[in-house]
């Protein structure tokens, strides 16, 4: 399968500060990258689909100038969560579109604590 | 709601029995795949169902495609601990630019 990285796969920060986190399909360009956030003993939950070029489409109930997306090339989509507060402390994983219809590759996921 | 309802919710069996797990919903999917995750990892692509009625096998796991393509079925024949993990069904539905619909996951646990 296609094989997709995130950076940094832990991150602590203090409340109120801005954090980035890449998302980078390896081997393969991905025109459509999608970002998920996951809490404990939960399934995945879809906050925004990111193409390359254009802006990305966000989840109804996710707020797009706190969750900024930014897909500037073929295998580079960020996620920047703008002052972090704790109750934007999760587990936050990106995927890219395969070339089978409905195929998603995941990233290994990125574990955000805001104290 | 979940659009694709998962059961069941948790699972725990001995090392060398069988287990289902199923995917149900009411709409229809283009295409059906499987995942399963470890804690603090991303999930991992086991399978994709395309065609209503498809069974698909890998080794110890058979997974099918319901004709309708409404539901989905994961059986593991004589489970492993190493098999224990969340087990993520999703469904893309047609013009959908490739989005998922989850269901809520199924834990299981493989005791040895």
């Known amino acids: 399968g296609a094989v997709v990285s995130q950076h940094p796969s832990r991150v602590i920060c203090k409340s109120g500060t801005s954090v980035k986190i890449e998302c980078r399909s390896l081997?393969?360009?991905?025109?459509?990258m999608f970002w998920y956030r996951q809490f404990p003993k939960q399934s995945l939950m879809l906050m925004a689909t990111?193409?390359?070029?254009?802006?990305?489409?966000?989840e109804q109930g996710v707020e797009k100038d706190k969750f900024l997306i930014n897909h500037a090339s073929l295998t580079l989509s960020t996620l920047t969560v703008t002052s972090a507060h704790p109750e934007d402390s999760s587990f936050y994983i990106c995927?890219?579109?395969?070339?089978?219809?409905?195929?998603?590759?995941f990233g290994p996921g990125t574990r955000l604590l805001v104290l | 709601t979940q659009l694709l309802e998962q059961s069941p919710q948790f699972l725990s069996i001995q090392e060398g029995e069988n287990l289902t797990v199923y995917c149900n919903s009411s709409?229809?999917?283009?295409?059906l795949q499987w995942y399963r995750q470890e804690p603090g990892e991303g999930p991992v692509l086991l399978v994709t169902?395309?065609?209503?009625?498809e069974v698909k096998k890998l080794k110890r796991l058979t997974f099918q495609f319901g004709d309708a393509r409404k539901d989905s079925s994961l059986h593991i024949t004589a489970a492993q601990p190493g098999d224990t993990g969340l087990y993520l069904c999703?469904?893309?539905?047609?013009?959908?630019?490739?989005?998922?619909?989850f269901g809520a996951g199924t834990q299981v646990v493989v005791t040895p």
């Open positions: 995927s890219a579109r395969g070339l089978v219809p409905g195929t998603q590759y």
């Open positions: 081997d393969f360009q991905a025109t459509t």
């Open positions: 990111s193409n390359e070029g254009s802006k990305a489409t966000y």
């Open positions: 709409s229809v999917f283009s295409s």
């Open positions: 169902v395309v065609t209503g009625g």
């Open positions: 999703a469904g893309a539905q047609a013009d959908s630019w490739g989005k998922l619909q």
